[in-house]
Every structure is written in structure tokens, then in C-alpha cells.
């Protein structure tokens, strides 16, 4: 069964930090792309950050140039560093990955359980 498993969240003050994980406990034989998103009380999932197989990165304008999205191949692992948070910025942050799990497989979306990030002074 896949997971993909984040940490990382916590309480934070505005003007913190934060730098989520995101590990997923299989290799996949190839990932489309893997995504950040982020759900507030009583809003939508929102999208948060976009990581590519060729490395390209977009961002929406409400993050661009606060957030960072990257990985570490080597250790299965999807990061948000998260600089100049705002008490906006407070959801459950989910990690999500478009993937093939073997050669012969359909590309198939999958979710992490997320984490609670909560900017407040």
C-alpha cells in the first residue's frame, strides 16, 4: 500500500518558518509531478506549490517568494521550506504525487494524511 507520510507542522509565530516533509514509503517507477496543497476551516483545497520530473517549480502568487517546494530522490522525499508565515497561511498541508508505481502501471494520484500548520502570535 502507498503512503505518503508529512511532518513537519507545528505552531509558529508570524514572520517563522516552517520546513514540511513529505516521504513516501514506496519508489514509484516514475512521478508526473508532486504538489503541496493546503485546506483551511471551512475552505477548499487550495494549491500550495508544483514540482515537476524536470525539476520546474510554480508556485501561486499568495506563496511566490515565501515558499519552496523540493525533493531529496534519494530519500523519497518532498519538502516545503516556508519562510515569512502569516496567519493566513494556517491549514492542513497535504503533500500530493502523480505516479506510476511500476512500468506497466496508469499514472494514479496519491495523498498524504496531511499536517496542521498554525501561524499565530
Known amino acids: 500500500q502507498v503512503q505518503l507520510v508529512e511532518s513537519g507542522g507545528g505552531l509558529v509565530q508570524p514572520g517563522g518558518s516552517l520546513r514540511l516533509s513529505c516521504v513516501a514509503s514506496v519508489k514509484f517507477f516514475s512521478v508526473n509531478r508532486m504538489d503541496w496543497y493546503r485546506q483551511a476551516p471551512g475552505k477548499e483545497r487550495e494549491w500550495v506549490a508544483a514540482l515537476t520530473t524536470d525539476d520546474n517549480t510554480n508556485y501561486p502568487d499568495f506563496v511566490k517568494g515565501r515558499f519552496t517546494i523540493s525533493r531529496d530522490n534519494a530519500k523519497n522525499t518532498l519538502f516545503l521550506q516556508m519562510n515569512d508565515l502569516k496567519p493566513e497561511d494556517t491549514a492542513v498541508y497535504y503533500c500530493?504525487?502523480?505516479?506510476?508505481?511500476?512500468?506497466?502501471?496508469?499514472?494514479?494520484?496519491?495523498w498524504g494524511q496531511g499536517t496542521q500548520v498554525t501561524v499565530s502570535s
Open positions: 500530493n504525487a502523480i505516479a506510476r508505481l511500476y512500468s506497466m502501471s496508469s499514472l494514479q494520484e496519491y
